[in-house]
């Protein structure tokens, strides 16, 4: 008995030295979530100009701002691929239907792998760009006459009204973002409503096909969209209103819409937000995103927030890299 404990214990001494070589693997470590493509999309153009101001057009305001924002990111940082859906006064991928060239924004997009798609709008309210006249009652004044009713004369009470033309000022201004309506519940993916109760960006006739969630295919896409992008998408639509706020802007925050007008944010497979940067209706913000000044502070802050996003994207691939291997 004890000559077996013996070579038992020689057999496993002699196997320490074999073990201790064994190498400890780790969980290889996934890639990090870098943003490698970013695809700016300039609002309109060409033959659809879109919101009209008092001395510019949407088109023109959101293409020399989306050209600057371009700049600046590729300045900054060099390894990111920059795709742009028009460079030039022009409808995007020269099509002649405002559903094409929509269509077009989104293959684009798609087909360059982006990682983060940004639309560059101007918003608009109201009647008219600046403000407009109205014809309002200023005064009422009271009144009596003698009428006859059953043959006999009673006294009766009228109003007569006085009128004028009053200058209505083109007030909202303002900085707001879009994102496409969905959340991570198929209820709530089911529910999304037509929406049309907004005077914001409206960039389709009314020809583009809105997902029905009754169909299966569709419903599945909606899905995909609202587990793997929707969050990213508000995150960084919610940054970007931060630093417009920051600069001392008025927010009128992230907005969810699932309207024509916004449709190119669903067909674009990956994080999407549609960047209101001012009312063109309204004469002091025309001015502002008309402006050199205006336009840099404009650039600066939308850089800010995608310095804070990318920043975050990254860190939580790094922290949850580190969880799994401790």
Known sequence: MIKRIF?????????LPVFSFVPVYKIKEPPKARIRTVVIDPGHGGSFSG????????KEVSLSVALKFGQALQAEFPDIKVIYTRTADANAGNKSTLKEDLNYRADLANASGGDLF??????SAGKKAGGWYERVVTDRIRKT???K??????????YEYKYANVWRENAAHGTESYIWAADRTEAKTSSIARNNDYTGEIDSTGAMQLPDPSDPA???KMLIYAQQYFKKSLSFADMVQKEFARRGRVDRGVKQRNDEGIWVLQATGMPSVLIEIGFISNKEEEEYINSKKGQEEIVNDVMSAFRSYKQKLELKTSSSVSAINN
């Open 51 to 58: 919101a009209e101001g008092l001395k510019s057009f949407e």
């Open 218 to 220: 569709e419903k599945a």
């Open 7 to 15: 070579y038992c214990s020689l057999f496993f001494f002699c196997l």
């Open 118 to 123: 940004i639309s560059f709008h101007c918003n």
């Open 149 to 158: 009713r059953k043959k006999k004369k009673v006294k009766e009470v009228y």
């Open 145 to 147: 006459r003698m009428v």
